[in-house]
């Protein structure tokens, strides 16, 4: 009801540290009562810049989105955001499991599977974590295909220390500074609300969320991509304008 009620004088809301499922109620109500865009960076923001590292990982290990098997551990507001992005953009092989197993995620099709994470992982591709400290095992990772991709994004404590998961991978990436390859909302959502503002956008659609990770991909060069730098740092100043520009484009 206050967001409700502050929203006729700003151009977007832009949502924060509300956990699931009430941010899935909470950002579906808004979304039906304004006029405005509206966006749960916990969910949108780190969904957009997963994509973005992982077109530009699997560019460097030669895979492809639709054939990849992926395993996320943490089916929250982010994990299901970036399982339901991930299947837009094209993944069609996604397990999702919370703490209670496999996760049941609207319009992604779980092959029938019924074991636990630790067995989804054997041949995985592409590992993305969103959860809690040290889920996955030396064993688990190195049960993984060849040129693998670890994504642990669990902070301050990773689901496994990304030196042991580099001894496996080909690429890692945590959600931490102090490591290469930091998977960070703020990439996102300054460009996005910029973009949505200029377009004198009322709401956000999945092309508008593609294209901002496209444009986040698109900051770190072919001649600059390699294992430890997938994804632009914080601090390029051209990311923000990138992603307004192809966000404005995607909302006309």
């Known amino acids: ?51 973005a590292a992982l077109k530009n990982a699997l560019k460097l290990v030669r895979k492809n989105l639709s054939e990849v098997r992926i395993v996320i551990s943490g089916a929250g507001a982010a994990g299901t955001a970036i399982a339901k992005l991930l299947w837009i953009s094209g993944a069609r092989n996604i397990l999702a499991f919370h703490r209670d197993g496999l996760a049941e995620i609207e319009s992604i099709d779980n092959h029938n599977f019924s074991g636990t994470l630790h067995d989804a992982i054997k041949g995985a591709d592409v590992f993305i974590g969103v959860s809690a400290a040290n889920v996955l095992s030396e064993e688990d990772v190195a049960s993984m ?31 931490r500074s102090d490591h290469p390859n930091q998977i960070n909302n703020v990439l996102a959502f300054p460009g996005i609300f910029r973009g949505l503002l200029d377009a004198n956008a009322s709401k956000i659609t999945d092309e508008l969320l593609v294209a901002a990770a496209d444009a986040i991909a698109s900051c770190v060069a072919p001649s600059q991509l390699n294992a430890n730098f997938i994804i632009p740092s914080v601090f390029d100043p051209e990311v923000a304008k990138k992603v307004a520009a192809a966000v404005k484009g995607a909302a006309k």
């Open 145 to 175: 295909a060849i040129n693998s991709i670890i994504f642990a994004l669990a902070n301050p404590d990773p689901e496994i220390d990304p030196t042991i998961a580099r001894k496996y991978a080909a690429v890692v990436a945590t959600g």
């Open 1 to 51: 009801r206050t967001v409700q009620l502050i929203a006729p004088v700003y151009g977007g809301i832009n949502l924060e540290d509300i956990s699931a499922p009430r941010c899935f109620e909470v950002e579906a109500k808004l979304r039906e009562l304004l006029d405005i865009p509206v966006f749960h960076d916990d969910q949108h923001g780190t969904a957009i810049v997963v994509l």
